[in-house]
């Protein structure tokens, strides 16, 4: 990668900290409490390493095969994988194998598989539930009223880690609707909580409702073009 890009995302990565930082005064959140998960997906190696030499260290990649590609290629870096695509019940091996977190289980039947093939030797896989808190036929997650029980099953389950919850709402610009979507997957979290479940993490907001989330509670920020600048076309 030349060395205007590395410095572009250099740039990209200190101003995101620097948001992620004032969203964090502006609302009441501990210094540090909400960190960035640098989306990666269609981003070439060097563009991660670049990101990483500045100390990013949590990428998210979509898609199984190119996050296979890069995680050999970047095999000597201390990063940390975290699958944030859709899952099928039989593409569930290479994440149970290869990441160490993931954030779309919507179906006890992807994390039953999940924690079969988690090697014994690996520790558990960090998980998070993901919740469709807009009720858009488009998009994956478990419906809120049925999230508690999915939550209950998955942290039984052996070799993986019930760390929390996720969602992608529906994209609008309204602040106030923007938190309410959030609000909604809090006030499950804690209700889980409060039943004694473990859970630590709030994996929403994106570019576009970074504030929104962190005003209510995310501990997990997950944005891309931000940070790489725009991504590549898809080839062919």
Partial sequence: MEATASMDIADRLAAVRERIATAERDYGRSPGSVQLLAVSKRQPV????????????????????????????????????????????????????????VHTIDRLKIARRLSQQRPPAMPPLNC?????VSGEASKAGVEPADAAELARSVAELP??????????????????????????????????????????????????????????GSTLVRLGTAVFGPRPEKTP
């Fill in 46 to 101: 060097a563009a991660i390493r670049a990101a990483q030499a500045q100390g990013q260290q949590a990428f998210g990649e979509n898609y199984l095969q190119e996050a296979a590609d890069k995680r050999e290629a970047l095999a000597d870096a201390p990063i940390e994988w975290h699958f944030i695509g859709a899952l099928q019940s039989n593409k569930t091996r290479p994440v149970a194998e290869g990441f160490d977190w």
């Fill in 128 to 132: 998070c539930i993901q919740v469709n």
């Fill in 159 to 216: 070799g993986l880690a019930l760390r929390g919850l996720m969602t992608l709402p529906e994209a609008v610009m309204d602040f106030a609707a923007q938190r309410a979507a959030f609000a909604q997957l809090r006030a499950i979290q804690q209700a889980l909580i409060a039943e004694g479940l473990a859970l630590d993490t709030l994996s929403m907001g994106m570019s576009n409702d970074l504030e929104a989330a962190v005003a209510e």
